[in-house]
């Protein structure tokens, strides 16, 4: 008796514990569009784990995928030749995705097109609690310029952007310090103002009275010319040349800025932060403030014939390496530099983690 009572127990306890797994793998169906498709499209969709949905018109084809985080899912075809697709959850934050149809790999057309993973292709974003920090807010708002510059370098006419704060345009006797932010690899001089948002969290920080207002350059790295899985023979003297040589010249002749060390930054993202240690590293006459944005650390070692440095910030998200930055920053610190860590909780290698390092950092520069 007591062996089947034991039995039955166990049986409703599997039954529990399966029905558990099924609830916590169930898509829960509240889809909504997301805020930054293609005017007039429903699809893609975004619910509150997470997840993404869409939809793609394709009555020919034999297979459609949905290719996002790295994971291709498969997408089924009704009776009038819709293919519709989900995703497992993902991170909060920006995320580029693609739709596989027949072994092509094509852009979304309900999407918006974002230049990322060397392509112009789609985007998503899966909300979180804090993206008001790039929000559209009711507050005074700079301007983000497209400039293109001469490059005796590269003996090309390049683009960059310019973010410069508000006021610039009436305040004409002021003059601003300037943070020089790098992209990506496979990523370009749009990834910041576009996905990254830059200019709304300056205007957002500068109106709430958390940053002094100061010029954002954002330039093509020509990080995307050396081939993934190569990039350790990344020579980094063309684009340093480029930026010494061209581009910083160019800023200062044509904006108003503080054009000397002392207001003159650099930072960036993943291999835009293998730039900046670089090239702050090669030049030591060029900027006082630097940050890596999962971009790697410095060392104390790093800085013995640095005479002018006021802040070393080191970032990454939690699923990174956060240990690492935070020892990295405690042996600056303990070395008598001014470095600060920062980890973004819940991301990883992704743009999330970006914008919200964009928004420590700038908290701390030029005061």
Known sequence: MNYKINLLLTTFLMADFFCLAQSNDMVIEDFEPSYINQPGHEYPMVNSQGRVRTKIFAPDAKYVKLDIGGVKYDMVKDEEGMWTGVSDPQDIGFHYYQLNIDGASVPDPGAMLFFGACRWGSGIEIPSNDQVIFAVKNVPHGHVHEIRFPSKS??????????????????????????????????????????GHANFIMDNLIAEGKAKPFIV???????????????RDFDILPFQSVLVNDLIPYIDSNFRTLANQENRAMAGLSMGGFETRLISLNRTDLFSYLGLFS???????????YETLKLVFISCGSKENPEWVKKAVNELKNAGYHAVSYISDGTAHEFHTWRRSLYQFAQLLFK
């Open 154 to 195: 590269s003996q090309k006419t390049l683009r960059a952007f310019v973010y410069t704060p508000p006021g610039y345009e009436k305040e004409i006797s002021k003059r601003y310090p300037v943070l020089y932010l790098q992209h990506g690899y496979c990523e370009n001089e749009t990834s910041w103002p576009n996905q």
């Open 217 to 231: 350059v954002m330039a093509y790295g020509m990080t995307n010319e050396i081939e993934f899985g190569r990039l």
């Open 295 to 305: 971009g790697g650390v410095y060392r104390p070692g790093d800085f013995k014939e």
